[in-house]
């Protein structure tokens, strides 16, 4: 009897949900392909006003070959500026749930995560792409 692979659970968290006159919802997840996707979407009267339809949807793709990058500076920034590596025996599952734990930790709830996503970025030289809808 051959065993089926398990199901990929979903590697995802919310890290704005805030309806309103202009409701914005935000989240973080690892793709099928290891990437960091941080993707947003705001619906309501700023996206009309600014762009004249109630709906703007924005995402950051981060590679998954520098999501150890961005865990080290995000863990060091929790830890007073210094930098850390994961453990060279950490397996992926748990570098990419310490990576939406400590994006969760900085910025949930912060509906310019992503401005914020993009300072911390660029300011590290890591690459990264984004796009709008």
Same mark, same amino acid.
């Given at each position: 009897?051959?065993?089926? /692979?398990?199901?990929?659970?979903? %590697?995802?968290?919310?890290?704005?949900?805030?309806?309103?006159?202009?409701?914005?919802? +935000?989240?973080?997840?690892?793709?099928? %392909?290891?990437?960091?996707?941080?993707?947003? &979407?705001? +619906?309501?009267?700023?996206? %009309?006003?600014?762009?004249? =339809?109630?709906?703007?949807?924005?995402?950051?793709?981060? #590679? #998954?070959?520098?999501?150890? =990058?961005?865990?080290?500076?995000?863990?060091?920034?929790?830890?007073?500026? &210094? &930098?850390?590596? /994961? #453990?060279?025996?950490?397996?992926?599952?748990? %570098?990419?749930?310490?990576?939406?734990?400590? +994006?969760?930790?900085?910025?949930?709830?912060?509906?310019?995560?992503?401005?914020?996503?993009?300072?911390?970025?660029? #300011?590290?030289?890591?690459?990264?792409?984004?796009?709008?809808?």
């Amino acid at each position: 009897m051959d065993e089926q /692979p398990l199901p990929r659970r979903e %590697k995802k968290v919310k890290l704005v949900a805030r309806p309103g006159e202009t409701s914005v919802f +935000i989240d973080a997840e690892i793709d099928e %392909k290891g990437n960091l996707l941080v993707s947003g &979407q705001d +619906i309501g009267k700023a996206p %009309k006003d600014w762009f004249g =339809h109630d709906d703007y949807e924005y995402w950051v793709v981060v #590679a #998954a070959s520098e999501k150890d =990058h961005v865990l080290s500076i995000l863990l060091g920034q929790v830890a007073g500026g &210094q &930098q850390f590596r /994961p #453990a060279g025996d950490t397996s992926e599952d748990e %570098k990419d749930w310490a990576l939406l734990t400590a +994006i969760t930790k900085k910025y949930g709830g912060d509906k310019r995560v992503v401005s914020a996503l993009f300072d911390l970025l660029k #300011a590290n030289g890591i690459k990264y792409e984004f796009s709008t809808y």
